[in-house]
């Protein structure tokens, strides 16, 4: 297995964003759901997981690695949204989450995170072993419900998981394991002679 700069990138923001993540939910659970310092650290996350999102994408094949794409990049619009929501509410401005019209289109950006993780343990079967692609599909319904209704400590447990899962497959891509070139070569840039 070739690692170049871009692959290095990539496997390792599946062990940055999600601590980063981790930090954010931490300081929400316990400072507040407005808190600003957990907001940026929120964004920085959000960030973080747009770049996860791509390494996901690699790995994938198909219909499932497009939708993945599409799916993913409605979900980081919508997390990083969620985080600037929590700087507005910190300033004493309007919470886009209870107000009407163009407002309310952060709420289905903000579904497409969990959706996103779903997805991606579906990209992962057969890459990752069972109990991983398990705790991630298991994270992906989970998020939402902790966020959604303000649930401190399982926000932090659902990001404790995905630190856990996400670390297991950085882990299996630096060990050359769990190598997508199995099912697209493309994906992990070897050449196929036409």
């Given at each position: ?33 407005n808190d600003p310092s957990a907001a940026v650290v929120h964004i920085l996350g959000a960030v973080g997981y747009t770049v996860v999102l791509m390494r ?16 993913g990049a409605f979900g980081a619009a919508g997390n990083v949204a969620y985080g600037f929501n929590s700087i507005h509410v910190s300033l004493g401005d ?101």
């Amino acid at each position: 297995m070739t690692s170049t700069p871009l692959d290095r990138t990539l496997t390792a923001s599946l062990t940055v964003a999600p601590a980063v993540y981790l930090i954010a939910d931490l300081l929400y659970a316990t400072r507040g759901w407005n808190d600003p310092s957990a907001a940026v650290v929120h964004i920085l996350g959000a960030v973080g997981y747009t770049v996860v999102l791509m390494r996901l994408v690699t790995l994938g094949t198909g219909v499932l690695a497009s939708v993945l794409l599409v799916a993913g990049a409605f979900g980081a619009a919508g997390n990083v949204a969620y985080g600037f929501n929590s700087i507005h509410v910190s300033l004493g401005d309007t919470d886009l989450v209870d107000a009407a019209g163009a407002a309310v289109l952060i709420k289905p950006l903000g579904l497409f995170f969990p959706l996103t993780l779903l997805l991606g343990a579906a990209v992962l079967r057969g890459l990752a072993p069972a109990w991983v692609v398990g705790l991630l599909a298991v994270s992906a319904l989970a998020w939402p419900v902790a966020h959604i209704a303000n649930i401190g400590w399982l926000a932090v447990l659902v990001n404790v998981v995905l630190v856990v899962v996400f670390g297991v497959v950085a882990a299996g891509r630096r060990r050359g394991t769990g190598d997508a070139t199995r099912r697209n070569p493309v994906a992990s840039g070897s050449t196929v002679a036409g």
